[in-house]
């Protein structure tokens, strides 16, 4: 069944440093597709990067990037030189490729950065 | 620029009521997705649509109906409310897959409180 997992309720960085917020996810298709998503205070959700199952390179969109281990399941975000806007939950997300859309959520990572 | 938009932004139903939020989008997307946001639980899945005429269950399909008439509109409604579904709504939508990893547009959310 399809499963994510971000383990960590709570992340506190230090301005400009980097930080690195996992997520794993469990699937038995061989295709899929994996997004993450900030949620700012304000509430609206806001795409960030996305990475698919046979994508060779990991994805990049600026401060951000994906570091995709297919063996191991997991996608963790790398947000580098953290701002004070940083701040914010972040969710990890799954949609299976096969003929469908179905994309699931995980629990998600509040992300404290500290001046 | 409307996007993805959601009425009512805000409710206050008694238990047992029933009404239905409304999702509308602008951006001719096939896909289209009904969300439920609770604290500590991320978003979960509730009902999506691959297509006019085609709805699916999701995580948490209970005590909710969908139905998908045309591809702009996507209302969730509510049968009998209870106060386990207080909580945040989200509508959301995307192109097809075929495209990559094409990421959802969300609405603002219905805060919906059952008393």
């Known amino acids: 069944a399809q499963k994510i997992t971000q383990t960590q309720p709570g992340m506190f960085v230090q301005e400009k440093e980097a930080v690195t917020l996992d997520c794993t996810y469990d699937t038995s298709d061989p295709s899929y597709g994996l997004f993450w998503y900030k949620q700012p205070s304000s509430g609206e959700m806001i795409f960030l990067i996305y990475q698919g199952s046979y994508d060779q390179q990991n994805a990049t969109e600026g401060r951000y990037s994906l570091n995709f281990q297919k063996a191991r399941k997991s996608a963790n975000l790398v947000i580098s030189a953290s701002q004070l806007g940083d701040s914010a939950m972040y969710f990890c997300a799954m949609r299976e490729g096969s003929g469908g859309f179905k994309t699931i959520f995980g629990a998600g990572t509040r992300l404290f950065v500290k001046a | 620029n409307a996007g993805v938009t959601q009425t009512p932004k805000f409710q206050v139903l008694k238990t047992g009521q029933s009404m239905t939020l409304q999702c509308a989008q602008d951006m001719n997307h096939e896909y289209m997705s009904w969300y439920r946001q609770d604290p500590g639980m991320g978003l979960r899945l509730i009902h999506y649509?691959?297509?006019?005429?085609?709805?699916d269950q999701g995580e948490v399909p209970n005590g909710y109906n969908v139905s998908r008439s045309t591809t702009e509109d996507f209302p969730l409604r509510l049968l009998s409310a209870a106060p386990s579904q207080t909580s945040v709504y989200f509508c959301?939508?995307?192109?097809?897959?075929?495209?990559?990893?094409?990421?959802?547009?969300f609405g603002d959310g219905t805060r919906l409180s059952i008393l």
């Open positions: 649509s691959v297509g006019a005429g085609i709805t």
């Open positions: 959301a939508s995307s192109q097809a897959l075929g495209q990559g990893g094409q990421p959802q547009h």
